[in-house]
């Protein structure tokens, strides 16, 4: 590939603070090192709006509009056109018309396209390189939750999951590269695919900021540190089913298990945008504190940060940053799910109720134990997951050999 680079994300990625939006804004960086960069995606809201001033400094150019499809009339747009609700509430003339002109007046050599939704606006006529780095398999995700749905709903998360099962094939069949979280999730993509064979499918894992995310540059919260009980830890987007259903899982669960040890022991629940459910699992042990401005003295101040998640999709950000952080981490098995980490000795790992607990009571109650496996996380991350590391596929799929090469 030679010339300039269009990127187009679901979000804007900027800042860093959720998962997506984490990997699309080192992403986006890192291609800026390859050539220059034209952005084109969509705002959620006015705090979105508020982070042009970042997009500008890394961006050749950019167009970003207003996400502000209800998404009532998304879901009607979609069954008249037969399309997924996720590709109607992301629809733009404004967007594609914007798009359509960079590829016109720019030395465009490469699209790259952040997530499934945003593999619309590549125009049919568009000859160019093209990656798309889907994350994970979204469709499998509208399945899990049709499986498990009430009645009522299990048609509208069903038909979610086939239609958009059916773009993430279009766009692997076209794209010269598709990559994913993890092999997990690039051997589901393979295994859904009519011909396995017409994809070029690679895998990009997540990384951290490692230097962000270190415990000797983050002073505890003051709520958390120095408390005589064990403090708890969960951290997301409390408005995202799995983390509802993980917290709910640990409130109704587990925690009753780990208080039969540690009395007073806490469990702070940290995210933005906490539904309704998640706001009346406070009370008595649990504190839901909404969205913060840094995650980061949460996890300093925590003993242990929990993951029980029964639904995970890619590689968990949360438990890396948590690692990162030099934490103890108690999770699932599909949580653990793309970190290549030692169980045992960088985490600990456990599926039923009382196992997690068993394992968290066993950290908590071993000093000793906690720090070395905090510790050990912390290298690991710091050796495996770093974003310079997991990006530097990237060039490849892009066509070039080095970044020294596209300058």
């Known amino acids: 590939m030679s010339g300039e680079i269009l990127f187009l994300a679901h979000r804007v990625p900027f800042p860093p603070d959720r998962g997506d939006k984490i990997r699309s804004h080192y992403l986006l960086r890192h291609l800026a090192t390859l050539a220059p960069v034209h952005v084109g995606c969509f705002a959620d809201d006015a705090r979105d709006l508020g982070q042009l001033d970042g ?234 504190w909404g969205e913060v401005l840094d995650v980061r003295p949460f996890l300093a101040g925590a003993d242990l940060v929990l993951a029980p998640l029964m639904l995970a999709r890619g590689v968990q950000n949360k438990v890396l940053e948590a690692m990162a952080m030099a934490r103890p981490v108690v999770l699932t098995s599909g949580a653990a799910t793309g970190i290549s980490a030692q169980e045992g000795t960088d985490f600990a790992v456990a599926d039923s109720d009382a196992a997690l607990a068993e394992a968290a009571n066993a950290l908590l109650s071993d000093a000793a134990k906690a720090g070395a496996m905090g510790r050990s996380a912390r290298a690991f991350v710091i050796t495996r997951h770093g974003w310079d590391a997991m990006l530097a596929p990237m060039a490849g799929l892009l066509g070039m050999e080095s970044a020294d090469d596209a300058r």
């Open 55 to 288: 997009l500008d400094a890394v961006a050749a150019s950019r167009m970003v509009v207003l996400r502000d499809k209800a998404l009532p009339v998304a879901g009607l747009e979609a069954l008249a056109r037969g399309l997924p609700v996720s590709l109607t509430a992301f629809r733009s003339n404004r967007l594609a018309q914007w798009v359509a002109r960079t590829l016109a007046e720019r030395p465009i050599g490469a699209v790259v396209v952040f997530s499934g939704q945003m593999g619309q606006f590549v125009p049919a006529d568009y000859r160019g390189r093209l990656v798309v780095d889907l994350c994970d398999v979204d469709s499998a995700k509208f399945e899990a939750y049709a499986a498990d749905a009430p009645r009522w709903r299990r048609w509208i998360e069903g038909r979610e999951g086939r239609l958009l099962a059916q773009e993430e094939a279009r766009l692997a069949r076209r794209a010269d590269a598709t990559s994913l979280i993890s092999e997990p999730e690039a051997a589901l993509l393979r295994g859904r695919l009519a011909d396995p064979g017409e994809a070029r499918i690679a895998v990009i894992g997540n990384g951290i900021d490692t230097q962000a995310f270190d415990p000797a540059r983050v002073v505890p919260h003051r709520d958390l540190a120095g408390a005589a009980a064990p403090q708890l830890v969960f951290t997301g987007q409390m408005d995202y089913p799995p983390n509802i259903a993980a917290v709910q899982r640990t409130v109704a669960a587990i925690l009753p298990l780990i208080r039969q040890r540690h009395s007073g022991a806490t469990f702070h629940i940290v995210g933005r945008a906490p539904s309704a459910a998640v706001r009346q699992l406070a009370g008595d042990g649990v504190v839901v």
